[in-house]
């Protein structure tokens, strides 16, 4: 079974960086596309950065120019670079395998497992 394990998460005021980091294990994790959702009180689950196998990236407009997805298939880790954060951006974040059919926003399939989550908070 997938296990999925973020972590990085923490209070940061607006303007400023994270980066965030998901360890992946009970995959074959060099062959699946990966993506990082994330989830605000009252909102669903979106999808806001995907990376393909091969290293192709795509990002939900509202992120576009800020965050930065990739990935290290030695240590099956994915990483979030997120830059210039936004109050709006608070959230947990997860990682999961990101499906072709999932276009960036709300979760249209869920997956069997999540991991905990990564809360990310941006003070203005």
């Known amino acids: 079974q997938v296990q999925l394990v973020e972590s990085g998460g923490v209070l940061v005021q607006a303007g400023g960086s994270l980066r965030l980091s998901c360890a992946a294990s009970g995959i074959i994790f060099s062959i699946n596309a990966m993506g990082w959702y994330r989830q605000a009180p009252g909102n669903q689950r979106e999808l806001v950065a995907a990376i393909t196998s091969g290293g192709s990236t795509n990002y939900a407009d509202s992120v576009k120019g800020r965050f930065t997805i990739s990935r290290n298939n030695a240590k099956n880790t994915v990483y979030l670079q997120m830059n210039s954060l936004k109050p709006e951006d608070t959230a947990v974040y997860y990682c999961?395998?990101?499906?072709?059919?999932?276009?960036?926003?709300?979760?249209?399939?869920?997956?069997?497992?999540w991991g905990q989550g990564t809360q990310v908070t941006v003070s203005s």
């Open positions: 999961n395998r990101a499906r072709r059919s999932q276009a960036m926003g709300p979760l249209r399939s869920d997956f069997d497992s």
